[in-house]
């Protein structure tokens, strides 16, 4: 696939990922006042105990869904080689499938009422929420090798748009629980129909796209499985932490506090990852076209710079957003007894922007085959996340927040040093246009704490003009390359409509 090519596919795909995102945030904003309400403190937080289940869960893929758009990225010729390793991948998810309905009707109810310490009062629903996870979970792990074949063909923008669909389909499924069922069970229901959606959305579109796609028989190949987990075993160290992380604070924090706190926590957290994916949609594809560019470095460059600058662009004022407005904002969202998320938002924010700041090396070493690395830092990560908020807990929720930072930050620290150590020739950015970009959120940051809140309007607008104005002067966003991806698909469709018409007449 020639450069021109792929930077087309990641700047559209980029587009849907970002209609997607920017859809989910005001569907979670709308939706989570109104789920927290119908449903209380206490049941809420029960409910939020999906994402752990889910997050438990996800330990279960061994790298593979990541091992396979690898692979096929890498084999995109090849289609019998490509069919051999969709098989093995396929087998494996529905004998982990069946071992995950196993595992539950075993320990399902001990998790729940030993582990999360859920009341005797609401057993049945925490019983469900399990239940109904586990099942939207198969479903969606079931269609992880299809996504897995459009996305290593660097069909991104298909694969966004099922994923923009899906919302659509939560979201109007949750609206009809709400008006019919407002109780777990009818929320339940409604979250296990989008998982089915996503699932025959993802298998309609690369069976369509891939004709030549053939499931073989019911025998697992140990050969391709133990290709996929050379690769994928880092990958899946990485995938554990990764995933332990959000359940294992949410463990700790009912533990330490309460279900309310378990609820306010789940907020912060979800806004923050809401708000880091619109600004990290530009990344989505780094991952696989750094697979498909491994060999051809200074391509591989050339597609990274105007990402990374797209995504450290809008990464800086969402941030200063946050740290301006979190509270006052928290208080007309959400009801005056739930604004202590407002309390926790900033540190937090900041966290996730640290971490994202630095993801684009961080898949470029991945996506290059040094899959050790990312279970490695990860791991150091998660334990020095763990470790400091057990330390602090006792003083206040708002010691979570702190903790994330603190790892966060290593992380990216060790990105940009594996980074320099790998690619000691990989420039994505000048001196000058660093000066630019951290210079003016520096300047605003630091003056946050002299300007009263009634004029921080005034001053995140004026910050946000030179700010934009220092990324087009730089060229940091340039302009003309955007401009050029956004008409080269019009170009093409008209040039297909002409072919089109020419040979109806």
């Given at each position: 696939m020639d450069l021109s090519t792929l930077q087309?596919?990641?700047?559209?795909?980029?587009?849907?990922?970002?209609?997607?995102?920017?859809?989910?945030?005001?569907?979670?904003?709308?939706?989570?006042?109104?789920?927290?309400?119908?449903?209380?403190?206490?049941?809420?937080?029960?409910?939020?105990?999906?994402?752990?289940v889910i997050s438990l869960m996800n330990l279960t893929d061994f790298g593979l869904k990541n091992s396979l758009t690898y692979l096929v990225a890498k084999h995109a010729d090849r289609p019998d080689e490509i069919n051999r390793y969709f098989s093995t991948t396929m087998w494996m998810y529905l004998a982990l499938s069946s071992l995950l309905l196993i595992g539950t009707a075993v320990w399902g109810q001990e998790v729940m009422c030993t582990v999360l310490k859920v009341p005797d009062r609401y057993r049945d629903e925490a019983m469900f929420v399990l239940w109904i996870t586990v099942g939207g979970f198969v479903w969606r792990l079931l269609s992880l090798p299809y996504q897995a074949l459009v996305e290593g063909h660097q069909e991104l923008a298909k694969s966004q748009m099922i994923s923009l669909a899906w919302v659509l389909v939560h979201f109007v499924a949750s609206l009809g629980a709400l008006a019919v069922s407002p109780t777990i069970y009818g929320l339940g229901v409604a979250g296990l129909i989008g998982n089915i959606f996503i699932f025959l959305a993802f298998y309609w579109t690369a069976r369509r796209r891939f004709?030549?796609?053939?499931?073989?028989?019911?025998?697992?190949?140990?050969?391709?499985?133990?290709?996929?987990?050379?690769?994928?075993?880092?990958?899946?160290?990485?995938?554990?932490?990764?995933?332990?992380?959000?359940?294992?604070?949410?463990?700790?924090?009912?533990?330490?506090?309460?279900?309310?706190?378990?609820?306010?926590?789940?907020?912060?957290?979800?806004?923050?990852?809401?708000?880091?994916?619109?600004?990290?949609?530009?990344?989505?594809?780094?991952?696989?076209?750094?697979?498909?560019?491994?060999?051809?470095?200074?391509?591989?460059?050339?597609?990274?710079?105007?990402?990374?600058?797209?995504?450290?662009?809008?990464?800086?004022?969402?941030?200063?957003?946050?740290?301006?407005?979190?509270?006052?904002?928290?208080?007309?969202?959400l009801a005056p007894e739930d604004v202590e998320v407002g309390a926790i938002l900033p540190v937090m924010c900041v966290a996730f922007a640290v971490y994202y700041a630095t993801e684009a090396l961080y898949r470029t070493i991945e996506g290059t085959g040094q899959s050790g690395y990312s279970a490695v830092v990860q791991?150091?990560?998660?334990?020095?996340?763990?470790?400091?908020?057990?330390?602090?807990?006792?003083?206040?929720?708002?010691?979570?927040?702190?903790?994330?930072?603190?790892?966060?930050?290593?992380?990216?620290?060790?990105?940009?040093?594996?980074?320099r150590a790998y690619f000691p020739s990989g420039h994505l950015l000048?001196?000058?246009?660093?000066?630019?970009?951290?210079?003016?959120?520096?300047?605003?940051?630091?003056?946050?704490?002299?300007?009263?809140?009634?004029?921080?309007?005034?001053?995140?607008?004026?910050?946000?003009?030179?700010?934009?104005?220092?990324?087009?002067?730089?060229?940091?966003?340039?302009?003309?390359?955007?401009?050029?991806?956004?008409?080269?698909?019009?170009?093409?469709?008209r040039s297909a409509l002409l072919v089109v018409g020419r040979r109806a007449e």
């Open positions: 087309a596919k990641l700047f559209h795909g980029s587009l849907a990922g970002l209609a997607r995102v920017v859809l989910a945030v005001p569907v979670y904003c709308i939706l989570t006042p109104l789920v927290l309400r119908t449903l209380g403190p206490e049941q809420f937080g029960i409910w939020s105990f999906s994402t752990i004709p030549h796609l053939a499931l073989g028989h019911g025998v697992i190949d140990g050969v391709q499985l133990r290709h996929m987990f050379r690769f994928g075993l880092g990958i899946q160290v990485a995938s554990i932490c990764i995933a332990l992380r959000e359940p294992l604070y949410k463990v700790l924090v009912a533990r330490s506090f309460d279900l309310a706190s378990v609820a306010t926590f789940d907020i912060a957290f979800r806004l923050c990852t809401q708000l880091m994916s619109v600004i990290t949609t530009p990344l989505l594809g780094v991952f696989g076209a750094a697979a498909l560019l491994a060999a051809r470095r200074e391509d591989l460059w050339n597609v990274l710079r105007p990402l990374v600058g797209m995504t450290l662009g809008g990464l800086l004022p969402a941030t200063m957003a946050v740290l301006s407005f979190a509270q006052p904002l928290m208080y007309f969202w791991t150091v990560v998660l334990a020095v996340q763990i470790g400091t908020f057990w330390l602090f807990s006792s003083h206040h929720l708002s010691s979570a927040s702190w903790s994330i930072l603190v790892g966060y930050a290593l992380f990216s620290l060790s990105n940009l040093w594996m980074f000048t001196y000058t246009q660093w000066l630019s970009l951290l210079g003016p959120s520096c300047l605003y940051g630091v003056s946050l704490a002299l300007i009263p809140i009634e004029a921080r309007p005034i001053a995140f607008g004026m910050y946000l003009i030179l700010h934009t104005g220092m990324l087009l002067t730089t060229r940091i966003v340039d302009v003309r390359l955007l401009w050029h991806q956004l008409t080269r698909k019009r170009t093409a469709a």
